[in-house]
């Protein structure tokens, strides 16, 4: 069975910085993009970040640019998003997903193939 699995999430003020980890077991990592997926309380999901098979190629919704940063280690099966200056609209249960690499880097969240069971972020001072 695919495995996807989040860590990192906690309570921080805002301004502050958190490092989300997604560790993946039972499927070629390295064959898939990754994306980071938010949900906020009472909201449906959002895309936020995708990275493609090897990292190079990267994109983000407008609103965590320059903020956040998504990045994978292939040799650790894990992909990873900073975030920086965190912002209370920053708040959320963040979700790790892959998709297949032949689709490309997708920031449709219809698309995705796996997806981690979440971890909270919680942005309050």
């Known amino acids: 069975e695919v495995q996807l699995v989040e860590s990192g999430g906690g309570l921080v003020q805002p301004g502050g910085s958190l490092r989300l980890s997604c560790t993946a077991s039972?499927?070629?990592?390295?064959?898939?993009?990754m994306a980071w997926v938010r949900q906020a309380p009472g909201k449906g999901l959002e895309w936020v970040s995708t990275?493609?098979?090897?990292?190079?190629?990267?994109t983000y919704r407008d609103s965590v640019k320059g903020r956040f940063t998504i990045s994978r280690d292939n040799a650790k099966n894990t992909a990873y998003l900073s975030m920086n200056n965190l912002k209370p609209e920053d708040t959320a249960v963040y979700y790790c997903a892959g998709v297949e690499s032949s689709r490309g880097v997708v920031t449709t969240t219809t698309l995705y193939d796996f997806w981690g069971q979440g971890t909270q972020v919680t942005v309050s001072s």
């Open positions: 990275t493609d098979t090897g990292g190079d190629i990267t």
């Open positions: 039972r499927f070629t990592f390295s064959s898939y993009s």
